[in-house]
């Protein structure tokens, strides 16, 4: 799956301001940006990303997922410390 597909997917399901997609072979990380996190708990954010991406985790297209979560008045703070490279 390209990483733009699952940009795409992710922006489409949930409300975010930004999105950044890296992937390795079936080893992807996202950083997820939104103030609908807000009301969330961490676990709660987890599930909310990895909601839209169920089904490419159970046909083994995603195998390990690392995600990291922001509203938005955090990811201006952190940006620099985890942009993607």
Known sequence: MEISEIEA?????LELTEVYVKGEG???TVIAVSDSFNKMSRVQRQQ?????LQDKISDGTMHAISIKTFSEA???RERQFHLPQ
């Open 26 to 28: 079936s080893h992807y």
């Open 74 to 76: 955090d990811w201006q």
């Open 9 to 13: 997917l992710l922006k489409d399901k």
């Open 48 to 52: 909310a990303v990895y909601g839209p």
